[in-house]
């Protein structure tokens, strides 16, 4: 028999209904995790409730959530899929784990880049097009057709022929015509852009192309392109460009795909600019090879597209109206003025629709990004803004007792939307559903019904659950964590005298209206306000470009994917030395990218796959077990460690065996103590780059500077990432950067460093177009005294005034 409560809550004079074997199935069980740097661990995490990950960056947070319960929870559910799938995806081994048991569908809600397809803005990224393409096409005058003709990916074509069609022992023949009626600008092809390509970035008009006369990548005369120019007839390989003709140049340069014949061999024969629009424009250019990514921003220019004025819709889209507006001018509206303007439209006939496109415009405004507009480019969204639109898809869903997993969604909120955050993740709790959170800000622990800190420290020193219970029991755990939740840093009793200004005047990039402001030099200078309202306009727009002026961003760091931290910073330079000197060889063997790399990957470590049907799949090459070198390097050692070693230490591991005795560098050591300074002393040397977070790119891009002197340093949101016990090691290192001679500027919502400014500038009040002013500026005392934004009455509250 099932168990049986002595009682029923709502008729205690009944005895209680039996219990269901199903009710008991209430937690997510994970026993000897031992994925990446975890030891051994066990939990138990709740259902239908929140749950906070915490610990240093490294400890291992990421390695429980997403690469153990998640990866398992997305493994499982792909081998539910017909084979015929199953082969279109990347092969998912199993997480080093003893026992995981309980997980429901887990959904991946984290700071990944929505893409830089040129095409993908944040209304289609997120369906509202969809619904405003139906929504003209019901009620749009004049009325021009189906949904399709107000999409910009969707191209106007008409065509006819003829068919034949047997009608019982006859056949007759018809002419049949279509006609498709898209809203894609034909110009532009819908981007919204066009390109100029700059002819002399193409060709040395000096040479012939037997000379060399191509300077575009990979365009070599001495393999298929050579052999195509020489033999597809239509100009001499020996004369120079310069000495073509009229049909010679354009033959070369703009001849649309034509079936030839070279050596027997039928070949497809493009000029070279339909092939380089094809071949390079097509793609994100920050993922191109460093080489053609150089050779895009030298050779080609992007301009607004002069026949739909960046719209990306052809004429007849733009012409059809609701209430006096084009479906282009309701994409290009603030999403909180959007909202406001739907609301204001009744139409029984479309009510649901309506109602729904309501709903996702609140979802936007609710989770602080009323101030985008929906044809903004998906590329350009910040992780923080990145997540956040991904979470709307999720609020309005059906679903329930699913599991969301969260990564730092505080990330880029300014202290007042973090509330209206921490009320969307309750939101999605109480529908029942799990939600897992990694995250570092108090205000988000705070909410937490279950907190698991992990520690004590990070990499090989972390992977162990140090605490696990309430938020009061995590307080008093004693664990690092812990002590420093309720830390506050606090206002300077001297702030420094600036030793100059930097002027800026007039600014209007985006939001900004005509903003005047000095900007101190000398000092410590904090810019802050809401989300949305301009703080990056006016330090990229107004300061970035300036002659000293060094920008550390939390953007991709542009390189291969084999670039790593310890390529990127130069310490693998006078590593190889020091092993080449001590073992008497050549320091190219010491080089994954030269002569002692694996042959089989090449110095990569993993095999890459690039599949046509989906993204790259990497896997570990066989032949060097992942290491990079061939056997006989791996061999010379230096202080009882080889290469190979050094690459899979860590930054902390790294700068102790660099310090002293036999594999002594200073020269290394000193860069692996930026490294450590900066907050990155868990990362190995080996580590691709592009696995590093956003806050860990700004950090490795920070170390890269600090062996520098003078000069203006920009900073946006270095404590992305960090955790409590960092931030005041963050705050010394700005300090010292400071007391070295740099001028340092930060754009920070956190209210530590506000406090710990010399000077504050605050943008508002609003976001949008409600933002765009300076509202105050002054040292962080004056802000809390006057409590005049809401950035002083936050950091009052912070600070205790």
Known sequence: ?????????????????????????????????????????????????????????????????????????????????????????????????????????????????????????????????????????????????????????????????????????????????????????????????????????????????????LTIPGYSMEGWYGRIYRGVGYFDPDKKLRDYGERELHDLLHREATKIKVDGINLTYVGLIPQIRKSFLSK????????????????????????CHGTRLNETARSSLIDGRSIADVCAMQISDLAAWVRTLEAPNVAPLLESLRDTLDAFVSIGLGYLSLDRAAGTLSGGEAQRTKMIRHLGSSLTDVTYVFDEPSIGLHPHDVQRMNDLLLQLRDKGNTVLVVEHKPETIAIADHVIDLGPLAGSAGGEVVFQGTLDGLRVSGTLTGRHLDDRARLKAQVRSPSGRLEIRGARTHNLRDVDVDVPLGALVVVTGVAGSGKSSLVHGSLARREGVVVVDQGAIRGSRRSNPATYTGLLEPVRKAFAKSNGVKPALFSPNSEGACPTCNGAGVIFTDLPTMGTVSSPCEDCEGRRFQAAVLSYQLGGRSIGDVFEMSVTEAAQYFAAGEARVPSAHAILTRLADVGLGYLTLGQPLTTLSGGERQRLKLATHMGETGGVLVLDEPTTGLHLADVEQLLALLDRLVDGGRSVIVIEHHQAVMAHADWIIDLGPGAGHDGGRVV?????????AARSTLTGVHLAAYVGG
């Not at 002595?6 to 009710?23: E, G, L, Y």
């Not at 105050?776 to 809390?784: D, I, N, R, S, T």
């Open 776 to 784: 105050f500026e002054g040292p962080p005392a004056e802000l809390v």
């Open 1 to 213: 028999m099932y168990p049986t409560s002595p009682i029923d809550a709502a008729n205690p004079t009944r005895p209680a209904a039996p219990a269901h074997p199903a009710d008991g199935h209430h937690t997510i069980r994970v026993l000897g995790a031992r994925e990446n740097n975890l030891k051994n661990v066990d939990v138990e995490i709740p259902k239908r409730r929140l749950t906070v990950f915490t610990g240093v960056s490294g400890s291992g947070k990421s390695s429980l959530v997403f690469d153990t319960i998640a990866a398992e929870s997305q493994r499982l559910i792909n081998e539910t899929y017909p084979a015929f799938l199953q082969g279109f995806m990347p092969s998912q081994s199993r997480p080093d784990v003893d026992v995981l048991d309980g997980l429901t569908t887990a959904i991946i809600v984290d700071q990944e880049r929505m893409g830089a397809n040129p095409r993908s803005t944040l209304g289609t990224a997120t369906d509202v097009n969809a619904l405003l393409r139906i929504l003209y096409s019901r009620l749009g005058q004049p009325h021009i057709g189906a949904p399709n003709a107000f999409s910009f990916n969707v191209a106007s074509m008409s065509g006819q022929g003829a068919v034949t069609v047997e009608k019982g022992e006859t056949t007759v023949k018809q002419v049949r015509r279509f006609s498709i009626q898209g809203g894609m600008c034909a110009p532009c092809e819908g981007r919204g852009s066009v390109s100029d390509i700059d002819l002399t970035a193409l060709f040395d008009a000096d040479r012939s192309l037997n000379e060399g006369a």
């Open 284 to 307: 994100d250019v920050d993922a191109m090879q460093p080489h053609v990514r150089a050779f895009v921003e030298r050779a080609v220019t992007f301009t607004a597209c002069p026949a």
